[in-house]
Nanobody
């Protein structure tokens, strides 16, 4: 079983930065593909970024490319999302997810965290 716990969300002004963290526990969790998704009120959950188990391959949604950076520290079993140049449209609940398979932008992940709220004011 894998457990994921996000932290680092909060309220920030447009143009500001936040770093989200996702602490993972469970056997072999360091070998899992990890990803970030987000869901705004009244909208479907959408892909943000994903990273391979080694960290050598990453994928980003077009809406965040160049502003967000996904990374992982397997020694600490922690996933990160550095978010810069934040916009009001980035406001959402951010979820980390994990799966023991290849990277995908679809919400076909086996394990999910409880989410952390990110609010960007204009």
């Amino acid at each position: 079983q894998v457990q994921l716990v996000e932290s680092g969300g909060g309220l920030v002004q447009a143009g500001g930065s936040l770093r989200l963290s996702c602490a993972a526990s469970g056997r072999t969790v360091s070998t899992y593909v990890k990803a970030w998704f987000r869901q705004a009120p009244g909208k479907e959950r959408e892909f943000v970024a994903a990273i391979s188990w080694s960290g050598g391959s990453t994928s980003y949604a077009d809406s965040v490319k160049g502003r967000f950076t996904i990374s992982r520290d397997n020694a600490k079993n922690t996933l990160y999302l550095q978010m810069n140049s934040l916009k009001p449209e980035d406001t959402a609940v951010y979820y980390c997810a994990a799966r023991y398979s290849v990277v995908t932008t679809l919400p076909e992940y086996d394990y999910w965290g409880q989410g952390t709220q990110v609010t960007v004011s204009s």
